[in-house]
């Protein structure tokens, strides 16, 4: 039963593993040095981050509760997020409830998404330091990678049920124009 478990943990955790892996929206944090006889060693120079799994803008985004792409199924698909609302209130026309509901959407989702991040932080801190105290067994690493996706998971559906309480504030005309302003249509 501990096999399936993990192979969907991993499952799980791909968007946001691949997002790590990238570190697209921060090249800089990318290090490729040549190993003996040419080879590429892409990962080199990570040694040295407190959390191996986490650059320091990775880190910083989770305690900040930024999205990071985690709810683009919503906001590709005409769902839109409480923080992008905000910046393009007066384009939208927001009416005065419309804006106090959306910022009381938004504070409630940057509450939930740092207290994620900080236990996705830990969550890997764990795991990492079961490598690093050289104490890792397959059991130990299966029940971390179970728990850090977990948290993955419940960080994503976070910022998608704001997505999803946007759509009941807005109107459907501000819900195309939001679109429209972000080019998505």
């Given at each position: 039963?501990?096999?399936?478990?993990?192979?969907?943990?991993?499952?799980?955790?791909?968007?946001?593993?691949?997002?790590?892996?990238?570190?697209?929206?921060?090249?800089?944090?990318?290090?490729?040095?040549?190993?003996?006889?040419?080879?590429?060693?892409?990962?080199?120079?990570?040694?040295?981050?407190?959390?191996?799994?986490?650059?320091?803008?990775?880190?910083?985004?989770?305690?900040?509760?930024?999205?990071?792409s985690l709810a683009l199924p919503a906001e590709l698909n005409g769902y839109p997020g409480p923080s992008h609302v905000l910046e393009m209130a007066d384009a939208l026309g927001l009416e005065n409830d419309q804006r106090l509901h959306t910022e009381r959407l938004f504070h409630e989702m940057q509450k939930e998404a740092k207290a994620l991040g900080e236990d996705i932080i830990a969550s890997e801190d764990e795991l990492d330091r079961l490598f690093r105290e050289k104490t890792a067994t397959l059991a130990k690493v299966q029940d971390a990678t179970a728990r850090a996706a977990h948290l993955q998971g419940r960080l994503r559906a976070t910022h998608l049920k704001y997505h999803l309480a946007m759509v009941e504030v807005l109107s459907l005309g501000q819900v195309r124009q939001y679109n429209q302003l972000r080019g998505y249509r």
């Open positions: 039963m501990r096999f399936p478990l993990f192979v969907c943990s991993l499952l799980c955790a791909a968007p946001f593993a691949m997002a790590q892996h990238s570190d697209a929206a921060h090249p800089s944090t990318v290090h490729v040095h040549r190993e003996a006889g040419g080879a590429r060693a892409p990962y080199a120079g990570m040694q040295m981050r407190p959390i191996k799994a986490l650059s320091e803008p990775q880190t910083a985004d989770l305690r900040a509760g930024k999205g990071m």
